[in-house]
């Protein structure tokens, strides 16, 4: 593909509390087996772009080792490859990244030194599949100077978050409101971008001038009428980890059988990090229903309407309901959980209660199991 792609995997979400205390966002757990960054990989990988380059920084250990190696998305090449940026002390430098914008523009002789005429810019805490050559054919038909793939939310949903856009009848983007108060739309942008490389590169150099650092609000909104802007639209499933509320409702719809087909089955796949694990062990007395259970599993109690993630230990005579429950998690006997996301190495001690009753609770018990 003529394209190189960029996966923007640096900021920091306070609105995730307890979650990304440890972790950035795009290194967040999703439907068992994967991480959020995964979906934006698969996807151009499967798109068939070489390079990929991540630009990391808040809390980036567990997303680095997680991205160690490249194999499983298919960019171990010798033509190309998976690239990790972090901000880097030099001689002209010494900020972290202050923004969107700046986090490119510090990796801008990245850019510079590619042959790839397009660039394909995403978010990594989104959960979605897309086909970045059929972006790619409508902005060159449209002959665009930015491409915003956009979606149609339901009207009850809260857009205030996002990035809302209204187009004309040809698809081009006339009006771009930030995170809006009061939304004029339901049709927003989900972060993912096309552009050509040398217009990236001229944006990024014009921006970093005037000390500006945000994609968004520095290039999109401000050009937004001086640039020819278009929007392509999708349908298919898309999700942003916004707050706890998405990321659990995320989780939460891989329990659907059209969800878990649709991502799981229906080509092309997601890929992320293997792990040798063992399947998951059903004990008898255990009893399991539309739940998503990930290898290495131990389940000895009631689990229903749950997704749990690698090496989760369930006692015995404990209820499970309508919870996330991450990595390494050991749950004691006589345990009720309901309404819950279980913080990943957490030890929930025997005979205890958590239930979220003004919506989901975050449990964060100390790792007594390997304490010296």
Known sequence: MKAIGIILAGGNNNRMKELTAKRAVPALPVAGSFRSI?????????????????LTQYNA???????SSSKWWNFGRKQGGLFLFTPTVTADNSDWYRGTADAMYQNIDFLKRRHEPYVIISSGDCV????FNRVLDFHIEKKSDITVVCK????????????????DDESR?????????????????????????????ELLEA?????????VNDILVRYKNVKKIYGYKINSYWNNIADIDAYFKTNMDFLRPDIRSYFFREEPTICSKVDDLPPAKFNPGS????????????????????VLFKQVFVGKNTTVKNCVLLNDVYIGDNVHLENCIVESRGTINPNTCYCGEDGVMIVKEKNVRYVI
């Open 38 to 54: 995964d979906f934006a990989l698969s996807s151009m990988s499967n798109s068939h772009i070489q390079t990929v380059a991540v």
């Open 61 to 67: 250990r567990s997303l680095n080792e997680h991205l």
């Open 128 to 131: 979605y599949k897309l086909d």
């Open 152 to 167: 149609d939310m339901m009207y009850n949903d809260d857009v205030s978050r996002f990035g809302v856009v209204r187009m």
């Open 173 to 201: 983007i006339t009006e771009f409101d930030e995170k809006p108060i009061e939304a004029s739309s339901n049709t927003i942008s989900t972060g993912i971008y096309v552009i050509r490389r040398r217009q990236l590169i």
């Open 207 to 215: 921006a970093a001038e005037e000390n500006r650092f945000d994609f």
């Open 287 to 306: 009893d399991i229903s539309n739940s998503l259970v990930s290898s290495g599993c131990i389940i000895n109690g009631s689990v229903e309407d749950s």
